[in-house]
């Protein structure tokens, strides 16, 4: 008799301790769902006091962290080039994209949104310091987009606003677009520009995301800048084909409006395309990086 209380009393604690945590799990839901929703409607302030309190209550969940690294990604993107804060200020916000990154990947290494965010938080503070001022992280970069794509993560929010995969490939489109392709890149830093590759790794953006223009613009920056290089007439008007073609894209995000506004930048002046970042253009003259190696 006494076992078999034993046994019941063990079943009730049990029972008690998984419905505990079945509500822990939905109240944890129901915040990242309120979070997504401020999101999407780009209130990013509010999205990460609902994400702040996310990680106070449940800390080792890695989406609370990768959910605040995009607010605040995102909270920059919007603001036009000439309307950005100043650089410290910049370099300290994606030092805590990439920071936030990093927690995440601690928590889960197979988690692909964590690398995703710890990736891009290092290559945006790239193109604010400058591409040829940050060369000896380009391996580290490549590499943490590249594990991004084997991980495979599926989060896609509502119109596609946000695709993980879609946004993986479109880094590594601009990565090897924006990076030089010259060897000795790849012998003193472990990687370089490849514009095979940007077109490809663009294309498969488009592929899953056809309506973002984000993706769109970057497909057509790279097959721009590839034509231009390899003396391709056919390559250059087919990107600035697809250039005009945003125009009638669908605004999804805030950032939207200046991809479509750069669109037009870069359709009056293409030479423009090889360098091209949303926040800055890149310098990829060999005597900046001469003059760069030289100030090392």
Request: a neutral charge.
């Amino acid at each position: 008799m006494k076992k078999i209380l034993a046994w019941v009393s063990i079943a009730m604690v049990l029972s008690l301790a998984l419905a505990g945590w079945g509500e822990e799990q939905k109240s944890f839901e129901a915040m990242m769902a309120e979070a997504e929703r401020l999101w999407y409607q780009d209130d990013y302030p509010a999205s990460n006091r609902v994400l702040d309190q996310a990680i106070r209550l449940y800390p080792k969940q890695t989406e609370p962290y990768w959910r605040k690294a995009r607010n605040l990604f995102d909270q920059v993107e919007i603001i036009p080039r000439d309307r950005k804060p100043p650089k410290e200020e910049l370099l300290k916000t994606y030092r805590e994209v990439e920071a936030l990154g990093q927690k995440c990947m601690e928590l889960d290494p197979q988690d692909g949104n964590c690398t995703l965010w710890k990736g891009i938080g290092m290559g945006r503070r790239g193109s604010t310091q400058g591409v040829l001022n940050s060369l000896g992280e380009i391996e580290d970069l490549e590499a943490m987009i590249l594990k991004t794509l084997e991980l495979k993560p599926t989060y896609r929010a509502e119109q596609g606003k946000a695709d993980a995969m879609a946004d993986a490939y479109a880094v590594l489109g601009q990565f090897y677009r924006v990076l030089p392709d010259w060897r000795i890149l790849s012998l003193l830093f472990g990687a370089r520009g490849d514009l095979e590759k940007s077109v490809a790794m663009n294309r498969r953006a488009v592929e899953l995301e056809p309506q973002r223009i984000e993706h769109v613009k970057e497909l057509g920056l790279s097959l721009i800048c590839l034509g231009q290089k390899r003396d391709q007439p056919e390559k250059v008007e087919e990107g600035k084909k697809i250039l005009r073609g945003i125009a009638g894209l669908p605004v999804i995000k805030p950032s939207d409006k200046i991809d479509q506004e750069h669109a037009g930048m870069l359709l009056q002046d293409p030479s423009l395309a090889c360098g091209y970042s949303r926040d800055a253009q890149q310098e990829q003259s060999r005597e900046a990086f001469e003059k760069s190696s030289n100030q090392k």
